[in-house]
Protein backbone atom coordinates (compact mmCIF):
# COMPACT_ATOMS: atom_id res chain seq x y z
CA UNK A 1 0.00 0.00 0.00
CA UNK A 2 0.83 3.44 -0.43
CA UNK A 3 1.43 6.11 2.29
CA UNK A 4 -1.38 8.39 2.34
CA UNK A 5 -1.07 11.80 0.76
CA UNK A 6 0.14 14.31 3.55
CA UNK A 7 -2.24 16.61 5.50
CA UNK A 8 -1.71 20.14 3.81
CA UNK A 9 -2.91 23.30 4.37
CA UNK A 10 -6.47 23.89 1.97
CA UNK A 11 -5.65 27.76 1.27
CA UNK A 12 -1.99 29.49 1.75
CA UNK A 13 -1.29 33.16 0.36
CA UNK A 14 0.33 32.84 -3.01
CA UNK A 15 4.64 33.30 -2.59
CA UNK A 16 6.14 36.40 -3.94
CA UNK A 17 7.42 33.83 -6.52
CA UNK A 18 4.15 33.23 -7.87
CA UNK A 19 3.78 36.55 -9.74
CA UNK A 20 7.51 37.02 -10.20
CA UNK A 21 7.22 34.08 -12.64
CA UNK A 22 4.21 35.19 -14.36
CA UNK A 23 6.60 38.34 -15.00
CA UNK A 24 9.30 36.85 -16.47
CA UNK A 25 8.88 37.43 -20.52
CA UNK A 26 8.21 34.67 -22.71
CA UNK A 27 7.48 33.43 -26.27
CA UNK A 28 4.73 31.19 -27.04
CA UNK A 29 5.89 29.58 -30.61
CA UNK A 30 4.98 26.78 -32.46
CA UNK A 31 6.66 24.42 -34.85
CA UNK A 32 5.87 21.26 -37.20
CA UNK A 33 7.37 17.87 -36.73
CA UNK A 34 5.93 15.22 -38.85
CA UNK A 35 3.23 17.04 -39.72
CA UNK A 36 1.68 18.14 -36.88
CA UNK A 37 2.14 20.98 -35.25
CA UNK A 38 4.24 21.55 -32.07
CA UNK A 39 3.39 24.42 -29.28
CA UNK A 40 5.81 25.20 -26.88
CA UNK A 41 7.01 28.63 -25.09
CA UNK A 42 10.46 30.04 -24.00
CA UNK A 43 12.35 31.75 -21.59
CA UNK A 44 15.60 33.01 -21.27
CA UNK A 45 18.75 34.27 -24.10
CA UNK A 46 19.84 32.27 -27.06
CA UNK A 47 22.99 31.16 -26.69
CA UNK A 48 22.60 29.77 -23.54
CA UNK A 49 22.50 26.51 -22.76
CA UNK A 50 19.29 24.82 -23.52
CA UNK A 51 16.26 22.73 -21.71
CA UNK A 52 13.40 21.35 -23.05
CA UNK A 53 10.32 20.20 -20.28
CA UNK A 54 8.15 17.59 -20.75
CA UNK A 55 5.09 17.34 -19.27
CA UNK A 56 2.90 14.07 -18.00
CA UNK A 57 -0.51 12.18 -19.20
CA UNK A 58 -3.10 15.11 -19.89
CA UNK A 59 -1.37 17.80 -18.68
CA UNK A 60 0.44 20.27 -20.27
CA UNK A 61 3.31 22.56 -20.76
CA UNK A 62 1.85 25.13 -18.19
CA UNK A 63 2.63 22.54 -15.65
CA UNK A 64 6.17 24.09 -15.44
CA UNK A 65 5.27 27.96 -15.36
CA UNK A 66 6.39 27.86 -11.82
CA UNK A 67 9.96 26.81 -12.42
CA UNK A 68 10.99 27.62 -16.19
CA UNK A 69 11.54 31.26 -15.58
CA UNK A 70 13.71 30.67 -12.60
CA UNK A 71 15.67 28.47 -14.66
CA UNK A 72 16.37 31.09 -17.24
CA UNK A 73 19.27 32.46 -15.43
CA UNK A 74 21.52 30.02 -16.61
CA UNK A 75 19.81 28.38 -19.66
CA UNK A 76 17.75 29.16 -22.45
CA UNK A 77 14.34 27.57 -21.27
CA UNK A 78 11.26 25.44 -23.69
CA UNK A 79 8.11 23.98 -22.33
CA UNK A 80 6.59 22.24 -24.72
CA UNK A 81 2.49 20.68 -25.35
CA UNK A 82 2.98 17.21 -26.89
CA UNK A 83 1.30 16.37 -29.81
CA UNK A 84 -2.26 15.18 -28.63
CA UNK A 85 -2.21 17.75 -25.44
CA UNK A 86 -2.32 20.80 -24.59
CA UNK A 87 -2.07 23.90 -27.79
CA UNK A 88 -0.32 20.71 -29.99
CA UNK A 89 -2.20 18.89 -32.70
CA UNK A 90 -3.68 15.57 -32.22
CA UNK A 91 -2.16 12.65 -34.07
CA UNK A 92 -4.16 9.28 -35.63
CA UNK A 93 -1.10 7.44 -33.78
CA UNK A 94 1.23 8.28 -31.00
CA UNK A 95 4.81 6.72 -30.42
CA UNK A 96 7.35 7.44 -27.98
CA UNK A 97 9.72 7.69 -30.80
CA UNK A 98 7.01 10.41 -32.16
CA UNK A 99 7.11 12.04 -29.26
CA UNK A 100 11.46 12.39 -28.98
CA UNK A 101 11.32 13.47 -32.44
CA UNK A 102 9.04 16.13 -31.13
CA UNK A 103 11.42 16.86 -28.68
CA UNK A 104 14.06 17.31 -30.57
CA UNK A 105 11.88 19.47 -33.03
CA UNK A 106 11.45 21.83 -30.82
CA UNK A 107 15.13 21.93 -29.41
CA UNK A 108 16.01 22.91 -32.80
CA UNK A 109 13.11 25.09 -33.67
CA UNK A 110 13.79 27.23 -30.01
CA UNK A 111 17.56 27.25 -30.69
CA UNK A 112 18.56 25.60 -27.45
CA UNK A 113 22.27 24.54 -28.60
CA UNK A 114 24.01 21.73 -29.72
CA UNK A 115 23.56 19.56 -26.27
CA UNK A 116 20.15 20.10 -25.07
CA UNK A 117 18.84 18.97 -21.74
CA UNK A 118 15.74 17.33 -21.40
CA UNK A 119 13.56 17.02 -18.28
CA UNK A 120 10.62 15.65 -18.43
CA UNK A 121 7.90 14.92 -15.44
CA UNK A 122 6.09 11.40 -15.01
CA UNK A 123 4.57 10.15 -18.24
CA UNK A 124 7.22 13.01 -19.46
CA UNK A 125 9.87 10.79 -18.27
CA UNK A 126 8.71 7.85 -20.33
CA UNK A 127 9.58 10.17 -23.42
CA UNK A 128 12.76 11.34 -21.98
CA UNK A 129 14.15 8.08 -21.02
CA UNK A 130 13.10 7.60 -24.84
CA UNK A 131 14.51 10.82 -26.44
CA UNK A 132 17.62 9.99 -24.10
CA UNK A 133 17.68 6.41 -25.91
CA UNK A 134 17.50 7.22 -28.90
CA UNK A 135 19.27 10.36 -29.29
CA UNK A 136 21.45 10.62 -26.28
CA UNK A 137 24.94 11.55 -28.42
CA UNK A 138 23.12 14.48 -29.32
CA UNK A 139 22.15 15.48 -25.70
CA UNK A 140 23.51 17.21 -22.58
CA UNK A 141 21.59 14.97 -20.08
CA UNK A 142 18.08 14.00 -19.08
CA UNK A 143 16.34 14.38 -15.94
CA UNK A 144 13.00 12.51 -14.91
CA UNK A 145 10.74 13.87 -12.63
CA UNK A 146 8.69 11.26 -10.36
CA UNK A 147 9.35 8.33 -13.29
CA UNK A 148 10.08 5.31 -12.02
CA UNK A 149 10.92 1.78 -13.74
CA UNK A 150 8.79 -1.29 -13.13
CA UNK A 151 10.06 -4.48 -12.00
CA UNK A 152 9.56 -7.31 -14.83
CA UNK A 153 6.29 -8.29 -13.16
CA UNK A 154 4.85 -5.45 -12.64
CA UNK A 155 5.81 -4.30 -16.33
CA UNK A 156 3.57 -7.62 -17.38
CA UNK A 157 0.76 -6.21 -14.92
CA UNK A 158 1.28 -3.30 -17.01
CA UNK A 159 1.38 -4.35 -20.50
CA UNK A 160 -2.16 -6.19 -19.41
CA UNK A 161 -3.55 -3.48 -18.03
CA UNK A 162 -2.51 -1.46 -21.67
CA UNK A 163 -4.20 -4.38 -23.89
CA UNK A 164 -7.31 -4.21 -22.32
CA UNK A 165 -7.26 -0.29 -22.31
CA UNK A 166 -7.05 -0.41 -26.00
CA UNK A 167 -10.12 -2.43 -26.42
CA UNK A 168 -11.77 -0.21 -24.79
CA UNK A 169 -13.98 2.50 -26.83
CA UNK A 170 -12.67 6.30 -27.12
CA UNK A 171 -14.68 8.02 -24.84
CA UNK A 172 -14.70 11.28 -25.87
CA UNK A 173 -14.24 14.34 -23.31
CA UNK A 174 -17.29 15.78 -21.41
CA UNK A 175 -18.70 19.18 -22.54
CA UNK A 176 -18.92 21.62 -19.75
CA UNK A 177 -22.18 24.44 -20.07
CA UNK A 178 -19.57 27.27 -19.02
CA UNK A 179 -15.60 27.07 -18.27
CA UNK A 180 -16.73 28.07 -14.48
CA UNK A 181 -18.02 24.43 -14.34
CA UNK A 182 -15.69 23.04 -16.56
CA UNK A 183 -13.03 24.19 -14.00
CA UNK A 184 -14.97 22.81 -10.74
CA UNK A 185 -14.35 19.46 -11.95
CA UNK A 186 -10.51 19.97 -12.61
CA UNK A 187 -8.41 17.68 -10.71
CA UNK A 188 -4.75 16.70 -10.62
CA UNK A 189 -4.26 12.73 -11.50
CA UNK A 190 -3.27 11.29 -8.60
CA UNK A 191 -5.53 13.77 -6.46
CA UNK A 192 -3.02 15.97 -4.14
CA UNK A 193 -3.80 18.53 -1.90
CA UNK A 194 -1.89 21.61 -3.08
CA UNK A 195 -0.83 24.39 -0.44
CA UNK A 196 -1.07 26.77 -3.44
CA UNK A 197 -4.56 26.38 -4.97
CA UNK A 198 -3.62 29.32 -7.16
CA UNK A 199 -0.79 27.00 -8.96
CA UNK A 200 -3.80 24.83 -9.25
CA UNK A 201 -6.33 26.89 -10.80
CA UNK A 202 -3.93 28.40 -12.89
CA UNK A 203 -3.33 24.81 -14.79
CA UNK A 204 -6.55 24.47 -14.86
CA UNK A 205 -7.33 27.46 -16.95
CA UNK A 206 -5.01 26.53 -19.22
CA UNK A 207 -6.05 23.19 -20.14
CA UNK A 208 -9.31 23.87 -21.41
CA UNK A 209 -10.33 25.04 -24.43
CA UNK A 210 -14.49 26.18 -26.07
CA UNK A 211 -16.08 23.71 -28.18
CA UNK A 212 -19.42 23.63 -29.30
CA UNK A 213 -22.01 23.90 -26.48
CA UNK A 214 -19.68 24.70 -23.97
CA UNK A 215 -15.87 23.52 -22.30
CA UNK A 216 -14.04 20.69 -22.38
CA UNK A 217 -10.27 19.72 -21.57
CA UNK A 218 -7.64 20.60 -24.28
CA UNK A 219 -6.03 16.42 -24.54
CA UNK A 220 -6.72 13.69 -26.90
CA UNK A 221 -9.13 11.07 -25.09
CA UNK A 222 -7.51 8.58 -27.54
CA UNK A 223 -3.70 9.38 -27.41
CA UNK A 224 -3.30 6.66 -24.92
CA UNK A 225 -5.39 3.66 -26.81
CA UNK A 226 -3.39 4.56 -30.14
CA UNK A 227 -0.21 4.90 -28.30
CA UNK A 228 3.27 2.33 -28.68
CA UNK A 229 5.87 3.59 -26.36
CA UNK A 230 8.03 0.87 -27.18
CA UNK A 231 8.80 0.09 -30.81
CA UNK A 232 9.19 -3.78 -31.55
CA UNK A 233 12.71 -5.11 -30.94
CA UNK A 234 13.58 -2.50 -28.22
CA UNK A 235 15.36 -2.88 -25.22
CA UNK A 236 13.58 -2.96 -21.91
CA UNK A 237 13.35 -0.13 -19.93
CA UNK A 238 15.93 -1.15 -17.36
CA UNK A 239 18.42 -1.38 -20.17
CA UNK A 240 17.70 1.82 -22.03
CA UNK A 241 18.58 3.49 -18.51
CA UNK A 242 21.80 2.04 -17.59
CA UNK A 243 23.22 2.41 -21.28
CA UNK A 244 22.45 5.64 -22.18
CA UNK A 245 24.90 7.95 -24.07
CA UNK A 246 24.28 10.73 -21.54
CA UNK A 247 24.24 11.75 -18.14
CA UNK A 248 21.01 10.85 -16.47
CA UNK A 249 19.55 11.55 -12.69
CA UNK A 250 16.29 11.47 -11.09
CA UNK A 251 13.99 13.40 -9.22
CA UNK A 252 11.48 11.77 -7.35
CA UNK A 253 8.43 12.80 -4.61
CA UNK A 254 8.76 12.21 -1.19
CA UNK A 255 5.20 10.89 -0.92
CA UNK A 256 4.14 10.24 -4.55
CA UNK A 257 1.18 8.43 -5.49
CA UNK A 258 1.44 7.57 -8.55
CA UNK A 259 3.32 3.73 -8.50
CA UNK A 260 4.08 1.38 -6.28
CA UNK A 261 6.35 1.37 -3.42
CA UNK A 262 7.78 -1.65 -5.11
CA UNK A 263 8.12 -0.01 -8.93
CA UNK A 264 10.13 2.78 -6.46
CA UNK A 265 12.13 -0.08 -4.43
CA UNK A 266 13.36 -1.41 -8.10
CA UNK A 267 14.42 1.69 -9.49
CA UNK A 268 16.50 2.62 -6.14
CA UNK A 269 18.07 -1.06 -6.58
CA UNK A 270 18.91 -0.20 -10.56
CA UNK A 271 20.32 3.13 -9.66
CA UNK A 272 21.96 2.63 -5.74
CA UNK A 273 25.90 3.87 -6.52
CA UNK A 274 25.22 4.65 -10.72
CA UNK A 275 22.47 7.26 -11.56
CA UNK A 276 21.65 10.30 -8.59
CA UNK A 277 18.63 9.96 -7.70
CA UNK A 278 17.31 12.66 -5.36
CA UNK A 279 14.29 12.73 -3.40
CA UNK A 280 12.41 16.76 -3.34
CA UNK A 281 10.88 16.56 1.00
CA UNK A 282 7.11 17.31 1.52
CA UNK A 283 6.11 16.84 -2.08
CA UNK A 284 3.77 14.60 -3.74
CA UNK A 285 3.45 13.55 -7.10
CA UNK A 286 3.11 16.97 -9.10
CA UNK A 287 6.24 17.59 -6.87
CA UNK A 288 6.65 21.29 -9.08
CA UNK A 289 3.53 22.93 -7.24
CA UNK A 290 4.51 21.86 -3.74
CA UNK A 291 7.79 22.99 -4.02
CA UNK A 292 8.97 24.64 -7.26
CA UNK A 293 11.82 25.97 -5.65
CA UNK A 294 13.49 23.30 -4.74
CA UNK A 295 12.63 21.54 -7.52
CA UNK A 296 14.30 24.51 -9.60
CA UNK A 297 17.33 24.28 -7.62
CA UNK A 298 17.56 20.22 -7.92
CA UNK A 299 17.34 20.61 -11.70
CA UNK A 300 19.99 23.56 -11.81
CA UNK A 301 22.30 21.90 -9.43
CA UNK A 302 22.26 18.88 -11.68
CA UNK A 303 23.07 20.65 -14.86
CA UNK A 304 25.39 23.12 -13.79
CA UNK A 305 27.16 20.18 -12.23
CA UNK A 306 27.27 18.31 -15.44
CA UNK A 307 28.00 21.49 -17.45
CA UNK A 308 31.78 21.44 -15.11
CA UNK A 309 32.21 17.89 -16.14
Same mark, same amino acid.
Given at each position: ???P????P???P????Y???L??? +????? =???D??????????? =?G?? !?IV??? !?SN??L????? =????????????????? *?A *??S *?W???? +?????????M???R? $???G???? =??G? &?F *?????L??G???G $???G?I?T?????A?????DE??EF???R?????R?????????????R?R??????C??? %??V???????????? %? %???W???????????????G?????????? @???P????M?E? &??D???? &????T?????GV?????I???????????P?A????I?S?L???? @??
Amino acid at each position: MNPPAPERPAVAPLPTWYQRALDVP +SEACD =VIVDGCTIHYVTWGE =VGKP !GIVLLH !GSNAHLEWWRM =VAPFLADHFRVAAMDFS *GA *GDS *GWRDAY +SGAQFAREVMGVARA $AELGDKPY =VVGH &SF *GGSVTLETGYLFG $AQLGGIITLDFTIASPAQADEFAEFRRQRRAEPVRPTRVYADRAAALARFRLMPEQTCQYP %GIVEHVGQNGIRAVE %G %GWTWKFDPGMFKHLTMEAPGDPDRKTKLLN @LACPVALIMAEQ &SLDYSQG &SLAYTRELTDGVIPMLTIPNTSHHLMFDEPLAVTTAIKSLLLAWQ @LN
